[in-house]
Every structure is written in structure tokens, then in C-alpha cells.
């Protein structure tokens, strides 16, 4: 079955930028979808279709994806944006997420 | 502004049945993708399935043996059932909606099930 790699942790000074990896065979001939799920809340999706950005989600935000890699990259961090990241992808019609990055900002 | 609240028992008893519904607000249900994802305590996101407004259904094959999903567009809900449960599937559960562009743009909050005796 299809898997989504992610590590489990990511740490990063405030202001700096964060970068999240997320890998799979032949992911970059897929969408990637990225959620930020703060602790107690549901998820909230940040990126769509591997780049853009959904209304209110801030600039600083940004996605990418080629060949086994997709990545979703936080310029400028935040302490509010300390929270879990997920990766999602479709592998036929089955939907996969990833293992989940614990993003701390220190 | 379009809001999904989850509803149904916290507590299950093992072998039994978990039943719960997802009720839709500020948008209708006849039309997109509308899906089940869980989420077992401190750990990451599994997608169960998803239901068309007509009611064709795709599930996870992991879970697809024990899973059933319906949906009911007169009362704007749609409903998820997972048979002969176990304390494997503990979790919290989350309805979302899956938009044009094959994202989860809007989450209900989330409902604790416990499977326990």
C-alpha cells in the first residue's frame, strides 16, 4: 500500500523558516494537500493541489512538490504556528495521509 | 458560513456497532464529497471514507469490511458506521468536506468515541 513519510518532529527559531518534508514514491505526479492541526482543534488546510493557498491562510505559507518530495515551507515563523502538520495525497481511490510533523518553535 | 457538527455515542461496547451522524449547516448536501476521518488519541489522521451526495461511496480498504456509509439529504445529514469495533478503534472522529479541488476545506470539531466494556 501507498505510504506518506513525514518526521515526526521539526523544530525552528521564531522568524525563521520551517520547512516540513513529506515523501512517497512518485509524489510529485500527485496533488498534495498540507494540514495544520493545533492541539485540540480540528485540522485546517493550508495548502491545496501541492502550492496554493486558501483565502485567510497568511503568505508565509508555501508548498512545493517534485519527483518523491512534496514540502510545505513556513518563512517567517511564528510561535502560533507551533503545531501538527499532515500531508495528504489520493493513491487511486484511496486517500493517505502522512505520519504527522510535530512542528516546534523555540 | 458552512459548519459540520458530528453526533452520537461516546461510549461503545466492544463487537457493538458505532453510530454516528454529521450534520450539515449553511450549505447543501447535493453536491461535492462529504468524508469520515479518525484520529485515535495523540496520534495521526486515518481517512475512512467518503460519500457522493448520490450516495456512492468509496471506503479506505483497511476498514472497508466493517464500514457503511448513508446519507440523508432530506434532513442534510450523512452517517457513519463501523461494525464489530474494538478498542482499536478508539478515536476522535471528524466529518469534513472534500471541496472541487479534492481538499478537506471544512472540519467539524470532532467527537471522542471510546470502545470499552
Known amino acids: 500500500s501507498y505510504e506518506l513519510t513525514q518526521p515526526p518532529s521539526v523544530s525552528v527559531s521564531p522568524g525563521q523558516t520551517a520547512s516540513i518534508t513529506c515523501s512517497g514514491d512518485k509524489l510529485g505526479d500527485k496533488y498534495v494537500c498540507w494540514y495544520q492541526q493545533r492541539p485540540g482543534q480540528s485540522p485546517v488546510l493550508v495548502i491545496y493541489?501541492?502550492?496554493k493557498r486558501p483565502s485567510g491562510i497568511p503568505e508565509r505559507f508555501s508548498g512545493s512538490n517534485s519527483e518523491n518530495t512534496a514540502t510545505l515551507t513556513i518563512r517567517g515563523t511564528q510561535a502560533i504556528d507551533e503545531a501538527d502538520y499532515f500531508c495528504q495525497a489520493w493513491d487511486s481511490s484511496t486517500l493517505i495521509f502522512g505520519g504527522g510533523t510535530r512542528l516546534t518553535v523555540l | 458560513q458552512v459548519q459540520l457538527q458530528e453526533s452520537g455515542p461516546g461510549l461503545v461496547r466492544p463487537s457493538e456497532t458505532l453510530s454516528l451522524t454529521c450534520t450539515v449547516s449553511g450549505a447543501s448536501i447535493n453536491s461535492l464529497y462529504w468524508s469520515w476521518i479518525r484520529q485515535p488519541p495523540g496520534k495521526g489522521l486515518e481517512w475512512i471514507g467518503y460519500i457522493y451526495y448520490s450516495g456512492s461511496t468509496t471506503y479506505n480498504p483497511s476498514l472497508r469490511s466493517r464500514v457503511s456509509l448513508s446519507v440523508d439529504r432530506s434532513k442534510n445529514q450523512f452517517s457513519l458506521k463501523v461494525r464489530s469495533v474494538t478498542a482499536a478503534d478508539t478515536a476522535i472522529y471528524f466529518c469534513a468536506r472534500e471541496n472541487r479541488d479534492r481538499a478537506f476545506d471544512i472540519w467539524g470539531r470532532g467527537t471522542l468515541v471510546t470502545v470499552s466494556s
Open positions: 493541489q501541492n502550492i
